[in-house]
């Protein structure tokens, strides 16, 4: 998929270099990096949500799991996971560092995982509060389909969204 907003024009008419254009690296994680994506997910998420070692090699090492990190060099500014279960693609986890948010590399990571991840439409959890993500959500095409209450705790809820990629999805007949 081409990227069309590459280049992103301020309102005081500076230009940020957006994801693609500013030296970010997307590729596959090697075990050596999982270290480091330990490290993104405490700085990115609140604790009970990062991702361990421990879970980050069991889905570094499962067959049907993509893994893949964003990097600016040496540094490990993002990552995104996703699986096929039941025919349908799965948005595990992404995060970007917080200190290189708003410059498309979020974005960047969920196309190419949806890239690496063909089969039938994508879904993914988000919490409910979470606005930014739910505006990438929004903005790459993904849905609200439901709610699950209390999926992150006592209160916090849970939206199920979802990417359609079937071109003319068959019409549903009720009987
Ligand atoms: C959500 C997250 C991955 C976004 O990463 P990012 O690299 O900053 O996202 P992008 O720069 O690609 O942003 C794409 C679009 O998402 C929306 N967005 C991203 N952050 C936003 C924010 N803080 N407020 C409102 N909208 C936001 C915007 O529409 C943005 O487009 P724009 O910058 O042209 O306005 C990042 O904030 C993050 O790591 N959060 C913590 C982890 C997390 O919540 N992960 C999702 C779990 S479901």
Redesign the pocket.
């Known amino acids: 998929m081409a990227f069309n907003?590459d280049l992103?024009v301020s309102a005081s008419s500076t230009v940020q270099v957006r994801?693609s254009e500013s030296g970010i690296a997307v590729t596959p994680v090697s075990f050596r990096m999982l270290r480091q994506v330990g490290e993104l997910q405490r700085s990115?998420?609140r604790p009970p949500l990062a991702y361990g070692f421990s879970t980050l090699l069991v889905l570094w090492a499962l067959p049907n799991v993509r893994f893949i990190v964003a990097r600016s060099g040496e540094r490990m500014v993002?990552c995104a996971i996703g699986d096929v279960q039941n025919g349908q693609s799965r948005v595990i986890?992404?995060?970007?560092d917080?200190t290189?948010?708003?410059?498309?590399?979020?974005?960047?990571l969920l196309r190419e995982l949806e890239r690496a991840l063909p089969t039938g439409d994508v879904v993914?959890?988000?919490?409910h509060d979470?606005?930014?993500?739910k505006?990438?959500y929004l903005?790459e095409g993904y849905l609200p389909i439901s709610v699950s209450r209390d999926y992150y705790g006592r209160g916090l809820n849970g939206v199920w969204m979802q990417k359609s990629r079937t071109p003319n999805p068959p019409q549903k007949i009720r009987i």
């Open positions: 907003h992103l994801a990115a998420f993002g986890n992404i995060c970007v917080p290189v948010r708003r410059n498309g590399v979020a974005t960047r993914l959890m988000v919490e979470n606005h930014a993500a505006e990438l903005q």
